[in-house]
C-alpha cells in the first residue's frame, strides 16, 4: 500500500462547478501537508499548504483531518485554466511523499 | 530568479551507460531532494539531502548514487543504466524539512 494515496481520476467537470479532491496517508507522524499543481510536462508548483484548523486562498479550501488521516482540496467556481493534475503531499521530517495525483478536465 | 536548476533538460542513453544529473539551487536551502516521476506512480523519492554532507535513501535508492557537493548542488549519478530508469528526473529544496518544495524543470531520461 501506498503511503499517500489519491483517486487518480479523472475529474471531467464544466466551468463554474465545484469540484473536491480527496486524499489519504497512512503514516501518523506525518508534520506537514501540501497541494501541488502541476501542469502537463511541466514540475509541480505549490498551490497551498495544508493547516490544521483549515484554510482558504481564493476558490481554493484545504482541510486536514488528522484523526482519519486525510486531506482534501475543495475547488469552487472552476475555470478552464484550473485543468491539471493535483498532487498531494505529506511530509515527515526531511522526507516529502506524494500521491500519485488526480487529474482535473474543466470544460466549457 | 533562478530558484532550482536542472541539467540537462533531456538525455538518451543506451543501457550500461552512465550519467550525471546536476541540480543547483540559489534560495540557500539546507535540504536538497531527487525524485523520479513514471505515469501512474507519481512523483517517487530516490534520495534526499538534510543538511550539506549528508544524503539518505528514499523509496526506490536502487541504481542511484547522490552527491551533496555543497550547500547549493546535488547531483544523481546512474552508474550503468536500465531502462527500467527511463522517468522524468525532479530536482527540489527546502529551507527545512517541513517546509514545501520547490521543484526543478526536470530531465527527461530515455534508456534503450
Known amino acids: 500500500r501506498k503511503e499517500v494515496e489519491q483517486d487518480p481520476g479523472p475529474f471531467n467537470v464544466p466551468e463554474g462547478a465545484t469540484v473536491a479532491f480527496n486524499c489519504t496517508y497512512s503514516?501518523?507522524?506525518?508534520?506537514?501537508f501540501f497541494w501541488y499543481r502541476q501542469d502537463c510536462r511541466k514540475e509541480p508548483k505549490l498551490l497551498m499548504s495544508v493547516y490544521s484548523s483549515g484554510n482558504e486562498d481564493g476558490r481554493f479550501t484545504a482541510q486536514l483531518n488528522r484523526a482519519s488521516q486525510y486531506i482534501s482540496l475543495l475547488i469552487r467556481d472552476s475555470k478552464l485554466s484550473d485543468s491539471a493534475t493535483y498532487l498531494c503531499a505529506v511530509n515527515r521530517g526531511n522526507d516529502m511523499r506524494f500521491g500519485a495525483g488526480t487529474r482535473l478536465t474543466v470544460k466549457p | 530568479n533562478a530558484g532550482v536548476t536542472q541539467t540537462p533538460k533531456f538525455q538518451v542513453l543506451k543501457t550500461g551507460q552512465s550519467m550525471t544529473l546536476q541540480c543547483a539551487q540559489d534560495m540557500n536551502h539546507n535540504s536538497m531532494y531527487w525524485y523520479r516521476q513514471d505515469p501512474g506512480m507519481g512523483l517517487r523519492l530516490i534520495y534526499y539531502s538534510a543538511s550539506e554532507g549528508t544524503t539518505d535513501k528514499g523509496e526506490v535508492p536502487n541504481g542511484y548514487n547522490v552527491s551533496r557537493l555543497n550547500k547549493r548542488e546535488f547531483s544523481l549519478r546512474l552508474e550503468s543504466a536500465a531502462p527500467s530508469q527511463t522517468s522524468v528526473y525532479f530536482c527540489?529544496?527546502?529551507?527545512?524539512?517541513?517546509?514545501?518544495?520547490?521543484f526543478g524543470n526536470g530531465t527527461r531520461l530515455t534508456v534503450t
Open positions: 503514516n501518523s507522524a506525518s508534520q506537514s
Open positions: 527540489a529544496s527546502n529551507g527545512q524539512g517541513i517546509s514545501p518544495l520547490h
